[in-house]
């Protein structure tokens, strides 16, 4: 199956309309959310897909403040506008199973590979992170920060907070870091809005009171970002990581199918 197909010599502005009709499809789809994005149709990897790209265009495009989302570089990024400032967007994979496991821990994965790996390349596991470098001149990009942070996915977050407004762009003006995390759909990534939801989770709660439970909350100012660093400890420790993962995943994505499925503009504040 492949929602968003390229035709070679297909006019651009004919094909754009065939692939916003595959996205319509795509959200409307049974199971949407666990729909692998292996088949679709990229320029680079199934991260940054026609597909995911146009997922998140709308996403983004239910921000009223900003002024116009569109695809750039032959289908490579997005980009972001709010007045005079405008922002490209590549996409990467959050979690990565092979990250997931030190050394000491290859035993255990080789009989027992993590559950969360069924998941890997569905849209709760894919994330816009903006297009810049460390510094003006110099310095790897963030895809390969995230590489360098053993692919682990919290850590990055960690890294990005910390330096998002040291970044030599507009990226701080356009949006704030917390902004961010509530337009990409990670605010189940701060550790009150996880403990309150996974507690939920654990209690047998079904998904749409916890997509309503996530609705609701709003990330303060205090909030901080989860982290997994407690759970590389042993079998038992990997398995509770596995699980959350997991969890994030299956919550993030149907958060969005339930998003994109609502007409409606929406207002964020923080």
Same mark, same amino acid.
């Given at each position: 199956?492949?929602?968003?197909?390229?035709?070679?010599?297909?006019?651009?502005?004919?094909?754009?309309l065939?692939?916003?009709?595959?996205?319509?499809?795509?959200l409307?789809?049974?199971?949407?959310?666990k729909?692998?994005?292996?088949?679709?149709?990229?320029?680079?990897?199934c991260? @940054?897909?026609?597909?995911?790209?146009?997922?998140?265009? %709308?996403?983004?495009?239910?921000?009223?403040?900003?002024?116009?989302?569109?695809?750039?570089?032959? /289908? %490579?990024?997005?980009?972001?506008?709010?007045?005079?400032?405008?922002?490209?967007?590549?996409?990467?994979?959050? =979690?990565?199973?092979?990250?997931?496991?030190?050394?000491?821990?290859? @035993?255990?994965?080789?009989?027992?590979?993590?559950?969360?790996?069924?998941?890997? =390349?569905?849209? /709760?596991n894919?994330?816009?992170? &903006?297009?810049t470098?460390?510094?003006?001149?110099?310095? &790897?990009?963030?895809?390969?920060? =995230?590489?360098?942070?053993?692919?682990?996915? &919290?850590?990055?977050?960690?890294?990005?907070?910390?330096?998002?407004?040291?970044? &030599?762009?507009?990226?701080?003006?356009?949006m704030?870091?917390?902004?961010?995390?509530?337009?990409?759909?990670?605010?189940?990534y701060?550790?009150?809005?996880?403990?309150?939801?996974?507690?939920?989770?654990?209690?047998?709660?079904?998904?749409?009171?916890?997509?309503?439970?996530?609705?609701?909350?709003?990330?303060?100012?205090?909030?901080?970002?989860?982290?997994?660093?407690?759970l590389?400890?042993?079998?038992?420790?990997?398995?509770?990581m596995?699980? %959350?993962?997991?969890?994030?995943?299956?919550l %993030?994505?149907?958060?969005?199918? =339930?998003l994109?499925?609502?007409?409606k503009?929406?207002?964020?504040?923080?």
């Amino acid at each position: 199956m492949c929602y968003c197909k390229h035709k070679k010599y297909a006019r651009s502005k004919q094909e754009m309309l065939e692939w916003e009709k595959g996205c319509s499809e795509y959200l409307k789809s049974e199971n949407a959310w666990k729909y692998s994005f292996d088949s679709e149709y990229s320029m680079v990897d199934c991260e @940054q897909s026609v597909l995911s790209q146009l997922i998140f265009i %709308r996403l983004f495009g239910k921000v009223i403040k900003f002024t116009n989302i569109e695809m750039v570089e032959g /289908g %490579r990024a997005i980009s972001i506008e709010d007045k005079n400032i405008k922002k490209d967007f590549l996409f990467d994979i959050m =979690h990565n199973p092979k990250s997931c496991q030190p050394h000491e821990q290859a @035993q255990f994965y080789a009989c027992d590979k993590l559950k969360f790996e069924e998941l890997y =390349h569905t849209i /709760g596991n894919m994330a816009p992170v &903006p297009k810049t470098i460390v510094s003006k001149n110099y310095g &790897p990009n963030l895809q390969h920060i =995230h590489k360098d942070l053993n692919e682990l996915w &919290p850590w990055f977050l960690k890294f990005l907070q910390d330096n998002w407004k040291e970044f &030599p762009t507009e990226v701080d003006t356009l949006m704030s870091f917390r902004e961010y995390m509530t337009y990409t759909c990670q605010q189940i990534y701060f550790t009150r809005i996880f403990d309150k939801v996974y507690k939920l989770y654990n209690e047998g709660r079904n998904w749409e009171e916890l997509i309503y439970e996530l609705e609701r909350e709003k990330i303060e100012k205090t909030d901080t970002l989860i982290s997994f660093n407690n759970l590389f400890k042993d079998e038992e420790s990997i398995s509770e990581m596995d699980r %959350r993962i997991k969890f994030l995943i299956e919550l %993030r994505g149907k958060y969005i199918i =339930h998003l994109l499925n609502d007409d409606k503009k929406i207002d964020f504040k923080n």
